[in-house]
């Protein structure tokens, strides 16, 4: 995306990969609920996740809820790679 990430030597850090990217969604515009994560940066395709802080043992398939700022929702809404659930008793909304 024309820009070059630079990154601050923290040391030895537990990182998360997530199938969200800049395709899908505004990565500056994702809040994690979950205080002990930090996003790092995206590609298009994947976001980088710093877990190191986080008290929850995130596996593989896990789910990392966030909450999005106006720009982030309005992307996400709009990406046809998006899976949007209204609720967490609602089914899967296809576009």
């Known amino acids: 995306f024309g820009g ?11 990182r998360a990969i997530a199938a969200l990217g800049r395709q899908d969604t505004d990565p500056d515009g994702l809040f994690p609920l979950d ?11 994947h976001l980088i996740l710093d877990v190191s802080d986080s008290r929850q043992p995130y596996k593989t398939g896990d789910t990392v809820p966030f ?25 899967p909304i296809p576009f």
Do not use: K, Q, W
Request: glycine letters at 10%.
């Open 67 to 91: 909450t999005l700022n106006y720009g982030a929702l309005l992307r996400a809404f709009t990406s046809a790679y998006v899976c949007r659930v209204l609720d967490g008793d609602s089914p």
């Open 4 to 14: 070059r990430p630079v990154f601050h030597d923290r040391g030895i850090r537990r």
């Open 35 to 45: 205080t002990g994560i930090r996003v790092l940066g995206a590609s298009s395709d």
